[in-house]
């Protein structure tokens, strides 16, 4: 069974840095493509940035580029997504994908 369960989310001011964690479970996590996505409050679904399988970064929202890094851990099984330079229209839920599956995601709030 796969299991993903995010972490590290809060609340932080305009031009702050989160790290964002997915611990993942139940999958060949050292060769499985992956991907953050993220929902702000009162719109639609939409991704933010996908890692391949051999560990490389093939997509990034044009919205985060220069400013979020997706990468992983492969001996921690822990998929993770740095922002910098955080705006307010990154306050979102964030959650961690893989194939079907996704976690009960975590909560990013840019406010000053």
């Known amino acids: 069974e796969v299991t993903l369960v995010e972490s590290g989310g809060g609340l932080v001011q305009p031009g702050g840095s989160l790290r964002l964690s997915c611990a993942a479970s139940?999958?060949?996590?050292?060769?499985?493509?992956m991907s953050w996505v993220r929902q702000p409050p009162g719109k639609g679904l939409e991704t933010v940035a996908i890692?391949?399988?051999?560990?490389?970064?093939?997509y990034y929202l044009e919205a985060v580029k220069g400013r979020f890094t997706i990468s992983r851990d492969d001996a921690k099984n822990t998929l993770y997504l740095q922002l910098n330079s955080l705006k307010i229209e990154d306050t979102a839920m964030y959650y961690c994908?893989?194939?079907?599956?996704r976690g009960k995601g975590t909560t990013v709030t840019i406010s000053s």
């Open positions: 994908v893989v194939g079907q599956s």
């Open positions: 890692l391949s399988s051999r560990g490389s970064p093939t």
């Open positions: 139940g999958f060949s996590f050292s060769s499985t493509a």
